[in-house]
Nanobody, 127 residues
Framework: QVQLVESGGGSVQAGGSLRLSCAAS????????IGWFRQAPGKEREGVAL????????YYADSVKGRFTISQDNAKNTVYLQMSSMKTEDTAMYSC????????????????????WGQGTQVTVSS
């Protein structure tokens, strides 16, 4: 499995921006996809954005399209989530996760198949 460490969480006012980072312990050949998920208190975890190792395949949740951007720096084994025009409903614990090489992943169910998870970083958006 891939070891993942998130950073960049914090507090921001509505309309503001934050950038989250997810550092992977293994290089890109060890994983197929890295994604960001979030879970707010009392709610189910939801997929936010994901990117494959080539950077060609990217998925976004409808709730963040046009506001969040996922990107990666493969030389640094790091995936970023740039969050802009943030809303109070973006408040959640954000975690990154990876689909390890050798596992199956399909665009038909893009949020399934993740087998490695980071500890998470809290994001709080105030009005």
């Amino acid at each position: 499995q891939v070891q993942l460490v998130e950073s960049g969480g914090g507090s921001v006012q509505a309309g503001g921006s934050l950038r989250l980072s997810c550092a992977a312990s293994e290089d890109t050949i060890r994983r197929i996809v890295i994604g960001w998920f979030r879970q707010a208190p009392g709610k189910e975890r939801e997929g936010v954005a994901l990117i494959d190792t080539t950077g060609v395949i990217r998925y976004y949740a409808d709730s963040v399209k046009g506001r969040f951007t996922i990107s990666q720096d493969n030389a640094k084994n790091t995936v970023y989530l740039q969050m802009s025009s943030m809303k109070t409903e973006d408040t959640a614990m954000y975690s990154c996760a990876a689909v390890s090489a050798g596992r199956r992943w399909s665009g038909r169910r893009p949020w399934d198949g993740f087998d490695s998870w980071g500890q998470g970083t809290q994001v709080t958006v105030s009005s």
